[in-house]
C-alpha cells in the first residue's frame, strides 16, 4: 500500500499522528471488503473538530464546540456496487458498514461503468495547497471578536434597530481517502469565518442583510469592524424598497450573484448532466456560448483556496484547467463515472469546479452602473426557479433601481427571468468590482435584457 | 407509550452500558444555579436507500449515525456540545463545555423520573425491515416500467427508495424522560422526457411515518410514475408564462408551500422573539382576509412532517396561528416560549444530536372554506392556475416570500387554457392572505416530500391547502 505523504514541513506532530489513524482505519475497511469478496472498493474518512461562537445585542447567545467523524466505504463485485456509511469509527461499526455495503451489493446490478478510475490518473504526487492554518482561539476571545463585528454593525448608522447577530466560527480537519488499486492520500484543512446580519428600520418598514468572511488562515479574514459596517450598510441600503412595473432591461447583476450565475454554467457542463441528457448546454460543444473573451476556468491548487483540493471525489487528480475559452464551450467537466459513460476520460472534477475563475474587466461597480445606464441593478436573488435542463430562468429579486448610471431606489417585492443561453449569449461586460468573500473569482456582470415582472 | 421508551432505551442506550445513575449524573452536570435549562438528547438513526436508473438498480446506501447533544441554558444564551462517542468521559467532558456558558454555581444533582403518555400517531417500527430488499429492488423495477410504457416520449427514468428510522431519547432537568422511535419512508420519480428539440423533466413521490407496505398500497407508487410522466409532458407544451401581477388560483395540496413560505417562518418563536419578523408584535391583529385559518399540526396520523413528541420532550399538539384573519399564535420551543412567557408548542426541533433545536414547523396548512374548485376558477376572468410546485423562500424581515411553479396554466374566462413555463410567484407575507378571496372545500395535505431548511438544519415537514383564489401575486414570467 503506497502512501503518499503531504508536504511534511505542513503537518503537526498531532496532524501526523491522526493522518496515521485515518490511514489505518481505511487500510481497515479496504481490507475487510477484501475478506468479504469485493473485488474493489475505496473509502473515505475523516474527522474534524470546531469551536462556534454567536452574540446577540453585544453579549454572548451561544457557544457550540463542534466534533465530527465521518467514514463512508463502496464496494464493488465487479460491476455491482454498494455503499455504506457511519459516523462511528471503532471496529465494529468499520465491520457492520463493509457487511451493509457488501448486503447492498447482492442487490444491485451490473454496470459497465462503475469502478476505480485507472490507476495513473490518480494523485500520486499530492501538492502542499497550504489549507491547513489552526486557530487557537479562546471561547472568550471569539466572543471579543463577535462583539466587536456586531459593535460595529450598529453604530454605523442610528437606523440600525436590531441584530440578528454576529458569529465567529473555526474547523479544523483531516480526510483521507483510499481506495484497492493502491492509491492513498489525505491533508489537513482549516476553514474560519465571522458572520454579521442586523436589521434597518425606518419607521416605514424593516430590512435586514447580512456580510460575512471566511478563510483558511485567521490573518486572511477580513477585519470584523469592516464586516460590520458591510452588513449595516446594506441593511440601510434596503430600506424604502419598492415593486417596480413591469418591462424588460437591461440587468446588472452584483459580483456575489454573478457567482451564482456560473454555478449554473457548472452544474450545466457536469458530467452527471450531460449523461442523463439533464443540461440545456447538452447539444452545445465546440459552440459560441459566451461573447468573445470569456473565460471559464478553474484553480483547484490555489494556495489557500476555499475550495482548493489535490484530488477530486475519486481520488483523480485535480489540475488547473478551463471550459470555456473565448466564449466557446471546450469541455465538459467529468468524475470517472460520468466520463466513462460519455466514452471519455475523467478530468478530476468529481464533485464539481474549484475555484472558478472569470477574466475581471476595466470598469470599477460605478462604470458597470454607467455602462448599465437604465436598468436594474440586482443585489439579493431569492427561491429556486433556474430549470437545469431547459435553462429556463425566472427568480425573486431586489437591488436598485438605475437611471443613467446613477442608482435611484431601491428594488424588492419582482421577479426578474429568462434564459440562461440568452443571458450567457447576451453578457455585455463584466467588471473589476470582484469584492466578496468565497472561492469564485469574477465581478459584476451586465446582461443585455430580462424580464421583469412587478406591480 | 412505555413500549417506545423500552425500544429506545435497548437501541440507544443498552449498547452504550450507560446507566440510570450516568444518566442523572450527566444531567447534573448541566445543571446549576445559573443554568435555567438543559437537556441530553441522545440518538440512533439507521438509513438505507436505493436508486434506479437505466432500468439497472444503479446503487444502494446503508447509514448509521448516533450520538449525543449536551445543552445548557442560562437566560437568553446557550452553551453545546456534541458527541458521538457514547461512553461518561467523553459525554462527561462535552456537559462541561456546555455548562461553561453560565459562570458560577456548583453542579445540581438532578434525579429522573418517569416519561409522560405520549401519543401514538405512528407505530415504533423500523421501515427498513418492513420488506425484504429483493421486493424493494421490485418495487422500483415496476416503478420505472409503469413510466416508461405510459408514453414513447419517455426517455429517462430515475427512481429511488428511502427508508428511516430514527430513534431519540432526551432527558432534561426538569426530572423528564421522553423517547420517540420515528419511521419515515420516500418515494421518489423523476422523468425526462423529449419530443423534437425540446426535453423536460418532472419529478413526483410520496412518503409517509409507515413501512414500505404503504407504498404498495392504493396503488400509490405506481401512481407516483404517472403522475411524474404526466406532469413531464404538460411542461413539453408550456409556452412562456405571463409577467406582471395577477389573480393567481393555486391548486389543493403542495401549493401549500405558499403558507409554510408566506406566514410559516415568519411566525416561528425566535424570530418573533427578538423582533426580526415581519409579524412581530402583531398577536391580535388582522393579517389575513376573513374566513382564514392556519394551524401548525404535529399531531397529523402517520404524516412526514408529524412527531409524537418534539425533540426537546414536549408533546406536538395542533396551534392555531391564524384564525378568521387574525394572528393568534407562534410557533414556540422550550427557549424562546420562557423568554416570550408562553407555553411550549411543541414545535423545537434538531436536524440531529449534533445540532441545537429551533422553532420549526410541523404539518402547516390552511382549513378548508366554502367554495367548489370549478366555482372558483369559473370566477377568474384572466389569471394563472398554479397547481404544482418546487421550493420557496423567505426573507422574514422584509415579508417577501417567493415559491416556483413546476406546472400552471393561463385562465381566460373561467376556463383553464394553455400550460405555461414554471414561473417563480413572489409576494409580500403580512399582506397576501388579506387577498384571499375564495377558499375552497378540498383541503389536502402534500402526498409527504417536504424538507424545510432553516440556519443550515434540514427537517422534513408537511403543507396542505385547499384550492385558493389570491388576488395578486406577481408572476415571474417572461411574456410582458
Known sequence: MSITDPHPAALADSDKGQLEQLQQIIDDLLGEARRRGASAAEAVVSNSTGLEVGVRLGEVETVEHTRDHGLGVTVYFGHRKGSASTSDLSRAALRDAVAQACTIATHTQEDPCNGLPPAELMANAIPDLDLSHPWAISVDDAVRLAILCEDAARADDPRITNSEGASVSTHAGLQVYGNSNGFIGGYPSTRHSLSCAVVADDGDGMQRDYWWSSARAAEDLEEAAAVGRRAAERAVARLGGRSIGTCKVPILFQAMLAAGLLRHLAAAISGDNIYRKTSFLLERLGEQLFPSGFTLSEEPHKPRGLASAPFDSDGVATRPQAFVEDGVLTGWSLGHYAACRLGLQSTGNAGGLRNMRVPLGEHDRDGMLRLLGTGLYVTDLMGQGVNGVTGDYSRGASGFWVEDGIIQYPVEEITIASNLKDMYANLVAIGNDCDFPGSTTTGSWLIEEMTIAGS | ?480
Not at chain 2, 385559518?293 to 406536538?316: A, I
Request: proline share 5%; charged share 20%; glycine share 14%.
Open chain 2, 1 to 480: 407509550m412505555t413500549d417506545t421508551l423500552a425500544i429506545a432505551r435497548s437501541q440507544v442506550l443498552a449498547p452504550t452500558g450507560l446507566t440510570d445513575g450516568d444518566l442523572d449524573r450527566l444531567i447534573g452536570a448541566l445543571h446549576s444555579p445559573a443554568i435555567d435549562a438543559a437537556d441530553v438528547y441522545f440518538q440512533h438513526s439507521r438509513l438505507q436507500s436505493w436508486v434506479l436508473e437505466d432500468g439497472i438498480i444503479k446503487d444502494g446506501g446503508f447509514n448509521i449515525e448516533q450520538g449525543a447533544g449536551l445543552r445548557a441554558i442560562s437566560g437568553e444564551k446557550t452553551g453545546f456540545a456534541y458527541s458521538d462517542e457514547l461512553a461518561m468521559p467523553a459525554l462527561g467532558q462535552a456537559a462541561d463545555a456546555a455548562r461553561a456558558i453560565a459562570r458560577g454555581g456548583h453542579a445540581g444533582h438532578v434525579q429522573i423520573g418517569v416519561q409522560l403518555p405520549q401519543q401514538a400517531l405512528y407505530a415504533p417500527m423500523n421501515p427498513i425491515e418492513s420488506l425484504p430488499d429483493a421486493d424493494k429492488v421490485a418495487l422500483l423495477h415496476r416503478v420505472d416500467a409503469e413510466a416508461r410504457k405510459l408514453d414513447p416520449r419517455v426517455t429517462q427514468v430515475i427512481t429511488s427508495l428511502v427508508a428511516v428510522q430514527d430513534t431519540m431519547l432526551v432527558i432534561s432537568d426538569d426530572g423528564r424522560m421522553s423517547a420517540d422511535v420515528r419511521p419515515l419512508i420516500r418515494l421518489s420519480v423523476s422523468v425526462v422526457v423529449e419530443a423534437g428539440d425540446r426535453r423536460e423533466r418532472a419529478s413526483s413521490g410520496g412518503g409517509a411515518r409507515r413501512g414500505l407496505d404503504y407504498l404498495l398500497a392504493e396503488d400509490r407508487a405506481l401512481g407516483f410514475a404517472r403522475e411524474a410522466v404526466r406532469q413531464a409532458l404538460v411542461n413539453l407544451e408550456a409556452d412562456e408564462a405571463p409577467a406582471g401581477r395577477m389573480t393567481v388560483v393555486l391548486g389543493p395540496g403542495w401549493p401549500g408551500v405558499l403558507l409554510h413560505e408566506a406566514v410559516g417562518h415568519g411566525l416561528e418563536g425566535d424570530f418573533n422573539r427578538k423582533g426580526t419578523s415581519a409579524f412581530a408584535g402583531r398577536i391580535g391583529e388582522r393579517v389575513a382576509a376573513p374566513g382564514v385559518t392556519v394551524v401548525d399540526d404535529g399531531t397529523l396520523e402517520g404524516r412526514r412532517g408529524s412527531l409524537n413528541v418534539d425533540d426537546e420532550g414536549n408533546p406536538t399538539q395542533c396551534t392555531t396561528l391564524i384564525e378568521d384573519g387574525i394572528l393568534v399564535g407562534y410557533m414556540q420551543d422550550r427557549l424562546n416560549a420562557r423568554l416570550m412567557r408562553v407555553s411550549p408548542t411543541g414545535n423545537g426541533r434538531r436536524e440531529s444530536y449534533a445540532h441545537l433545536p429551533m422553532p420549526r414547523m410541523t404539518n402547516t396548512y390552511m382549513l378548508a372554506g366554502e367554495h367548489d374548485p370549478e366555482e372558483i376558477i369559473a370566477s377568474v376572468d384572466r389569471g394563472l392556475y398554479a397547481v404544482n410546485f418546487g421550493g420557496g423562500q423567505v426573507d422574514i424581515t422584509s415579508g417577501k416570500f417567493t415559491f416556483s411553479a413546476s406546472e400552471a396554466y393561463l385562465i381566460e374566462g373561467g376556463r383553464i387554457g394553455r400550460p405555461v413555463k414554471g414561473a417563480t410567484l413572489i409576494g409580500n407575507g403580512p399582506d397576501v392572505l388579506t387577498r384571499v378571496s375564495m377558499i375552497g372545500n378540498d383541503l389536502q395535505l402534500d402526498t409527504g416530500v417536504g424538507t424545510c431548511g432553516k440556519e443550515g438544519q434540514s427537517v422534513p415537514v408537511g403543507v396542505g391547502q385547499p384550492t385558493l383564489r389570491v388576488d395578486g401575486l406577481t408572476v415571474g414570467g417572461t411574456h410582458a
